[in-house]
Structures are given as C-alpha cells and as structure tokens.
C-alpha cells in the first residue's frame, strides 16, 4: 500500500457544526503532517506530528484541533469554523529520515457555510 | 530553509523535452532540492530530489550546477497529463521536519 487516503472527500460544514477529517496510511511512516490550500495559492503546513506526538503547530486557531491516534491515522477535529477557513485540507506522511520525499493524499474539499 | 526562484508559468510542446528551471542561490550544503507536482484539484506528488549529484528517475531527472545555485527538472518527453504546478522546493536534511512550498510554475503540456 503506497497511498495517503483522506476522508471524505467533499465536506459542507455550517459555522457551528462539528466535524472531523482523517487520514490514513499504512507505509509505516511515522510522520505525519496536515497542510491547508486555498484556491490557486501553494499548500501552507499546519502541522506535523512525529511518532504520534505534534512536534509543529504553525500557530492554527484552536478551532482547528489535530489528533494522531496511533501510527497509521491522523485526524483534524474542526469546530466554530468561519468561511475564510474554506479551502483544500492535505494530508501527507514521510519516513523520519529527511532525505525522503512526501506522500500525499488527494484531501478533502471544505465547505463552510 | 533556502527559498527558491521559479518562472510563475511556462508553455511546452507534447512530445518534446521540457526544462523547468529554478533558481536557490542561498542553499547550504545540507539542503536538498526537491521537485512535487500538483495536477489540478489532486495532491501534490513527490518527483525527484537531490543533494549534489544529478539525478533521473522513471519521471523525470534532476539537473544541479556545481555551485548547487540552481536547477533543472528535465521531463523527457511531455505529456498532455504533465499539465501541472510544479514546486521546487530546497529543504534541510536535519533540524525540523517542515517542507514549505513556494509559489510553483504552472506548466501548461500543448498538443
């Protein structure tokens, strides 16, 4: 298995609803990151966790809440989000070793209304 | 980390090589340069990297100067599925795990 596979793809959210997105890999990578992409911009990491543990948060609102439960998975708990945070959500992993190039999921298209 | 300097876009004719260049003229030693694409409304997708040496993979190879000033991602023989943003992207082999993208050259493949 050599993907990064998000759910769900397509998410219409309202600015009081809560909802979780995930990720899932299973190349035993043990870096995981969550990246942010808004229309014809470049990716924007959020965060990054190593070994299950967040070793980054690129200074996200705390309505944006990560969690990495074991190795394999890697959520993003979404709460009292704004329209502004509409925009393509990416997960990618990568071996530890810096050399090594990351994987990517296809993400998930959010909607905030 | 290095930034990077890429045309924001670039035409190629399908069939024939295309040569996408970037420019890193602040790279340290410890820095590899490393290539993604992203095909519209997909994720981005490692292609290649390297430190010093040139090198070639089944999609594409990797052109450094001797200076490691700059780069060319080499397609062979382009394809109308190569229509892509195309990251160059110079990155530390230590310290934190963080992979930063700039702003990519949107390449367009023309029959």
């Known amino acids: 298995d050599t993907e990064v596979t998000q759910t769900p793809k397509h998410l219409v959210m309202g600015m009081t609803n809560k909802k979780s997105l995930k990720c899932e890999q299973h190349?035993?990578?043990?870096?995981m990151y969550w990246y942010k992409q808004k229309a014809k911009k470049p990716p924007e990491l959020m965060f990054v966790?190593?070994?299950?543990?967040?070793?980054i948060n690129e200074s996200v609102p705390s309505r944006f809440s990560p969690e990495c439960p074991n190795s394999s998975l890697l959520n993003l708990h979404l709460h009292a989000l704004q329209p502004e945070d509409s925009a393509l959500y990416l997960c990618?992993?990568?071996?530890?070793?810096?050399?090594?190039?990351?994987?990517f999921g296809s993400g998930t298209r959010l909607t905030v209304v | 980390d290095a930034k990077t300097t890429q045309p924001p876009s670039m035409d190629c004719a399908e069939g024939r090589a295309a040569n996408l260049p970037c420019n890193h003229s602040?790279?340290?030693?410890?820095?590899?340069v490393y290539w993604y694409r992203q095909i519209h409304s997909q994720g981005p997708q490692y292609i290649i990297h390297?430190?010093?040496n040139n090198e070639t993979n089944e999609m594409a190879s990797l052109i450094i100067t001797e200076d490691r000033k700059s780069s060319t991602l080499i397609l062979p023989h382009a394809t109308l599925r190569d229509t892509a943003v195309y990251y160059c992207?110079?990155?530390?082999?230590?310290?934190?795990?963080?992979?930063?993208f700039g702003k990519g050259n949107q390449v367009v493949v023309i029959p």
């Open positions: 992207i110079v990155r530390a082999s230590y310290g934190n795990n963080r992979l930063a």
């Open positions: 390297g430190l010093k």
């Open positions: 966790y190593s070994y299950e543990k967040l070793s």
């Open positions: 602040t790279i340290s030693g410890n820095e590899y």
């Open positions: 190349m035993g990578h043990r870096a």
């Open positions: 990618a992993s990568s071996h530890q070793a810096k050399e090594h190039g990351y994987t």
